[in-house]
């Protein structure tokens, strides 16, 4: 089993910069990626970012590239988010998962999920 625990959500203005942080524990030498999603009430859970966990290579969607970069530390066993330039449409429940992939018919599964952090953007 390995647990995932998300810190750093809050309320900011639109324009500011806020970082997530996710420390996993337990197995963590079964993790092979991890990666954020966020999701807002009525709709699915949706990736954000995502990183391999041994070579490293990032994932990010359209709608956050040049404003989101999404890092791992294999030693603390942790992986960021450094959100810039947020906008309100940024506005979710974020969280961090641990050995994501696709499912037929395109939609994300994960073997492990965080609690999830609140991030707000204020226009």
């Known amino acids: 089993q390995v647990q995932l625990v998300e810190s750093g959500g809050g309320l900011v203005q639109a324009g500011g910069s806020l970082r997530l942080s996710c420390a996993a524990s337990?197995?963590?030498?079964?993790?092979?990626?991890m990666g954020w999603f966020r999701q807002t009430p009525g709709k699915e859970r949706a990736i954000v970012a995502g990183?391999?966990?041994?070579?490293?290579?990032?994932y990010e969607i359209d709608s956050v590239k040049g404003r989101f970069t999404i890092s791992r530390d294999t030693v603390k066993n942790t992986v960021d988010l450094q959100m810039n330039w947020l906008k309100p449409e940024d506005t979710a429940l974020y969280f961090c998962?641990?050995?994501?992939?696709?499912?037929?018919?395109?939609?994300?599964?994960?073997?492990?999920w965080g609690q999830g952090t609140q991030v707000t953007v204020s226009s």
């Open positions: 337990g197995l963590t030498s079964t993790i092979h990626n």
């Open positions: 998962a641990a050995n994501y992939g696709r499912v037929p018919g395109g939609a994300y599964r994960s073997d492990y």
């Open positions: 990183v391999s966990w041994i070579g490293g290579a990032t």
